[in-house]
C-alpha cells in the first residue's frame, strides 16, 4: 500500500490519508473485507502519531467504507460506498496533480481556485471577433 503525506501543504495529514484510502478503496486497490494496517503500525510508517491516523479511519467508518472490529482491527466494508465512475477518478486524480503543483508553487487554495475558475470561464467564452 503506497501512502505518502505531503508535511508542506495545507491540507491536514489526517485528511490526506482519508481521501487516499478512499481512493483506493474506490479505485478497487483495497478490497472489500481486507484489513488496514493497524493503527500505531501506519503511524509509525507514515511518521504521524496514532491519534492522526485513528481520526482518518473513524471518518471512513463514519462514511461507512470501513468498519473497525476492535481488537481484530480495521476492515473495508464489505460494499463500500465509494464506486466512482472511470471520468470520476480521472477527475479526482487531475484534482490531487493541481492541488499539489498549487502547494508547490506557494500558492493557497484561494489563488488555485481562482486559476481554475478563470481557466474554465476561458474555455467557455466564445470565441470574440475583432472588426
Known sequence: MRIWIDESARIPPYEQLRAQLRLMV?????????????????A????????????AYRELEWEGIVEGRGRAGTFVANEP????????????????????????????????????????????EPDLELD
Not at 44 to 55: D, F, I, M, N
Open 26 to 42: 474506490s479505485s478497487g486497490q483495497l478490497k472489500p473485507r481486507e484489513r488496514l494496517p493497524p493503527i500505531r503500525t501506519l
Open 44 to 55: 509509525q510508517e507514515l511518521s504521524l502519531a496514532p491519534g492522526t491516523v485513528a481520526r
Open 81 to 124: 460506498p465509494v464506486a466512482f465512475s472511470v471520468v470520476e477518478r480521472q477527475l479526482a486524480d487531475a484534482a490531487e496533480a493541481f492541488a499539489a503543483e498549487a502547494d508547490r508553487l506557494g500558492a493557497g487554495q484561494q489563488a488555485a481556485l481562482l486559476a481554475l475558475e478563470t481557466a474554465f470561464a476561458t474555455r467557455s
